[in-house]
């Protein structure tokens, strides 16, 4: 009978120590998995591209034109515009989901020797990695981080339009733009559709510690006749081009 008891104790240690190990086992990976996690969502992503500073500004030269050819082919402008944009991040605010936001002010004049003349105001924030700009009431998915030639993502995410393919086309290219020289600068292709009779091209370019330094619209939406070799720009009946480019920028 001792013997038996002594080696029922020992077994009995056996499958104890076995539970033990096993739980100490579900412990670590319970840890790993833990600590995984963190390091994921607190990873910290180069996000200079999209700068947010209260009192920073830039100021743009802006140029809109809409146009369209009358019953005899002339090329008729209407609705020309040409003038100099100032946006500038006045201050902070929570929205209603607990996301810090930077209120935009936006600022346009004719002429360098006009003054400035508030013409409405947008929003931005930086939302798990994703700046999302408010434009019009409209929410926009700028720039996706971390920032990878050929990334793309769903520009229109949070708005109710139909979804749009935002690409990263370019990154930490030289740009020149109205003599001002951007080391490092990435393009947003937002759209790029041509066919026989439409074309539908924009793009936004930003540089790391300014942000948006271009930004650039031509839609054609109708044509005189339809071809597949003759260049849609020879073609085009009704179009517009809008482009936005930096001339300065700073804060106060």
Excluded at 44 to 66: A, E, N, Q
Excluded at 228 to 241: F, S, V
């Amino acid at each position: 009978m001792r013997k038996i008891s002594l080696k029922y104790k020992f077994l009995h240690n056996i499958d104890g120590l076995k539970k033990s190990f096993f739980f100490l086992f579900l412990y670590a990976l319970l840890l790993f998995i833990t600590n995984c996690k963190k390091t994921s969502t607190t990873a910290t992503f180069d996000t200079s591209y999209y700068p947010l500073k209260i009192k920073s500004w830039i100021i743009y030269d802006v140029t809109s034109v809409k146009f369209e050819k009358d019953f005899v082919g002339q090329m008729i402008y209407y609705d020309s515009s040409h003038y100099q944009l100032k946006e500038i991040i006045d201050t902070t605010y929570i929205d209603y989901s607990g996301r810090l936001n930077y209120r935009i002010e936006r600022y346009t004049k004719d002429s360098t020797n006009n003054s400035w003349q508030i013409k409405d105001v947008w929003s931005t924030t930086m939302s798990d990695y994703t700046a999302l700009k408010n434009e019009e009431n409209i929410t926009y998915v700028k720039i996706k981080f971390p920032v990878e030639k050929n990334k793309t993502w769903n520009g229109n995410l949070y708005n109710s339009m139909d979804a749009q393919n935002y690409k990263i086309t370019t990154l930490d290219v030289t740009e020149t733009i109205n003599s001002n020289l951007f080391q490092n600068a990435l393009t947003v292709t937002q759209t790029n559709t041509l066919n026989a009779i439409q074309k539908f091209y924009s793009f936004e370019k930003y540089a790391k510690n300014i942000g948006l330094i271009k930004k650039y619209i031509f839609n054609i939406y109708d044509v005189t006749y339809a071809s597949t070799t003759d260049p849609i720009e020879n073609r085009m009946k009704r179009a517009e081009k809008y482009t936005q480019e930096i001339i300065s920028w700073g804060q106060e």
